[in-house]
C-alpha cells in the first residue's frame, strides 16, 4: 500500500507540473471523466488533483465551473475517501469564489 501511495503521489505531481505548464485543459478535462470511474481509489486521486491543482494555481488556471457539477453528488458517494476528498474540494472553491456563488 505504501508503493501505491507513493506512485499516487508522483502522479499527482506529474499532473501539476503538465497544470503548470498550461496544459490545464487537457488535464482537467481527463480529471472530470475520472470522476465517473468505477473505482473509488481513481475518482478520490482525480478529487485529490483537481484540489491541489486549484490550490496551487486558481481557479484562473484550473477553471471550477466544467467540475463544480460533477463534485457535489460525490459527498454521498458510498466511499468514504472519496466523500472525504470532496468536502476538501469544495472547501478549496469555497476559498476561491465565496459562498454566494456556491448557492
Do not use: H
Amino acid at each position: 500500500s505504501q508503493w501505491t501511495t507513493k506512485t499516487q503521489g508522483s502522479a499527482i505531481d506529474i499532473l501539476l507540473t503538465y497544470i503548470e505548464i498550461d496544459k490545464n485543459a487537457e488535464i482537467e478535462e481527463e480529471l472530470i471523466k475520472g470522476l465517473e470511474n468505477k473505482t473509488p481509489k481513481i475518482v478520490q486521486a482525480c478529487l485529490e488533483t483537481l484540489r491541489r491543482g486549484l490550490s496551487e494555481f486558481g481557479s484562473k488556471v484550473l477553471p471550477i465551473k466544467p467540475f463544480l457539477p460533477k463534485v457535489v453528488p460525490l459527498l454521498e458517494d458510498r466511499d468514504k475517501n472519496v466523500r472525504e476528498e470532496s468536502k476538501l474540494l469544495l472547501i478549496e472553491v469555497y476559498k476561491w469564489i465565496g459562498k454566494q456563488t456556491l448557492m
